[in-house]
Every structure is written in C-alpha cells, then in structure tokens.
C-alpha cells in the first residue's frame, strides 16, 4: 500500500517539498535527468552548472546548502562540491 500524498492536490510551487530527488554525477557531456528546482549540497565546494536558460554559473555552496534554480547540468568542471543532490 502506498503513503497517502497531502500535496497530490495542490499545484507545484517553490514552497512544497519536492517530489523527487536524485544523486548527481557532475558531467561536462551528461545532462541532468529533469531540469531542477533545486540543488543541495552535502559538501560544500563550489557548482558549475548549466540553467535552463543556457546560461553557466559557478557558485560557492555551503554544507548542506539548499540552492534554487532551473539547472539542466553540473559540470565536472570546475565542481569541487560533492554530495549533490539534484530536486524536482
């Protein structure tokens, strides 16, 4: 039996939890499975990654940092973060 999902009828925002998670191998090639909500970090370091809007970005993360975005792709370039966790 699956869990009974309090948010099934509500619309997707940037306030509910996410619906699905999935660790991330930084890849210069790869892109992301799903463009992201959000990137967590477990160990801090900084992001290369990739937004939907084809623009790059390098960030400094924090441990456990919670980052929002559109991402589409985490470059193995110029990451030093690890533990990243890409969030629908």
């Known amino acids: ?40 970090v477990t160990t801090g370091g900084t992001v290369r990654a990739a937004h939907v809007d084809g623009g790059i970005i390098n960030f400094t993360a924090a441990n456990g940092e919670r980052v929002p975005g559109q991402f589409t792709r985490v470059f ?10 890409a969030e629908k």
């Open 1 to 40: 039996m699956s869990a009974f999902d309090r948010f099934a009828s509500y619309a997707p925002s940037w306030s509910m939890p996410s619906p699905g998670r999935v660790p991330v191998t930084p890849s210069d090639l790869d892109a992301l499975p799903f463009t992201t909500r959000w990137l967590r």
């Open 76 to 85: 193995s370039t110029g990451t030093t973060a690890t533990g990243i966790i």
